[in-house]
């Protein structure tokens, strides 16, 4: 079974440019997490989705970052503009759902620097 | 303050057994998670303990929760140089269902 894949794993970018991250959840997976990991720390959550639906937006920089979830499947999460702080590992992971031992699976993440 | 404390390095020699410990602040956690993370790579899914339980066994892995204290503790046995890494407990908020991860303990694996 293949797991969470995210595209792509290295983006250099100016400060003030866009950049959108891409995932792809484990088929079936119908929640979807996106995070950011700083250098040094865990990660922490920016925005979950249950289906379509953002649930839980309240960690996400609603000024500069956007998500999407069309269909309920792949997600996008934009930034726009980048600022120097932002950069750092965005990790994406998925779960069958929230209730029970629903396990989340990280994708590999991607790695944004923004000079 | 923290909702998730880790000592931040953990150095044994190989063979020997590793014991990572973690604290927590968040009483309500029915679920909590134990992650491995190597250099450039993503989380991965070790092992989890339900509330109710206070050990569970998984192959090498020990997990010891002690709820009153809030104290989560994962042990490796016959620790391999492979499984240097990055651990991270997270115990899940039911409120959100948000996981809660402090800054992780780094094993290094002596040969």
């Known amino acids: 079974e293949a797991g969470v894949v995210q595209s792509p794993r290295y983006k250099i970018i100016e400060k003030k440019q866009p950049v959108a991250f891409w995932c792809n959840p484990i088929?079936?997976?119908?929640?979807l997490y996106w995070y950011r990991q700083n250098l040094g720390q865990g990660p922490e959550l920016l925005i979950r989705?249950?289906?379509?639906?953002?649930?839980?937006d309240s960690q996400l920089p609603k000024d500069r970052f956007s998500a999407e979830r069309l269909k309920g499947v792949d997600s996008t999460l934009k930034i726009q503009p980048a600022e120097l702080g932002d950069s750092a590992v965005y990790l994406c992971?998925?779960?069958?759902?929230?209730?029970?031992?629903?396990?989340?699976?990280f994708g590999p993440g991607t790695r944004l620097t923004v000079t | 303050g923290e909702d998730v404390e880790q000592s931040l390095f953990l150095s044994v020699r190989e063979g020997d057994s590793s014991v990572i410990n973690c604290t927590y602040t968040?009483?309500?956690?029915?679920?909590l998670y134990w992650y491995k993370q190597e250099p450039g790579a993503g989380l991965q899914l070790l092992t989890y303990?339900?509330?109710?339980?206070d050990m569970k066994q998984d192959q090498r892995l020990t997990v010891l929760l002690n709820k009153k204290d809030k104290h989560l503790s994962l042990r490796i046995a016959d620790t391999q140089t492979g499984d240097s890494a990055i651990y991270f407990c997270?115990?899940?908020?039911?409120?959100?269902?948000?996981?809660?991860f402090g800054s992780g303990t780094r094993l290094l694996v002596r040969p």
């Open positions: 968040d009483s309500s956690s029915t679920y």
């Open positions: 997270a115990p899940r908020r039911d409120s959100s269902y948000k996981l809660i």
């Open positions: 303990i339900f509330s109710n339980m």
């Open positions: 992971a998925s779960s069958l759902g929230e209730t029970g031992a629903y396990e989340q699976y």
């Open positions: 989705y249950e289906n379509e639906e953002a649930v839980d």
């Open positions: 088929s079936g997976h119908n929640t």
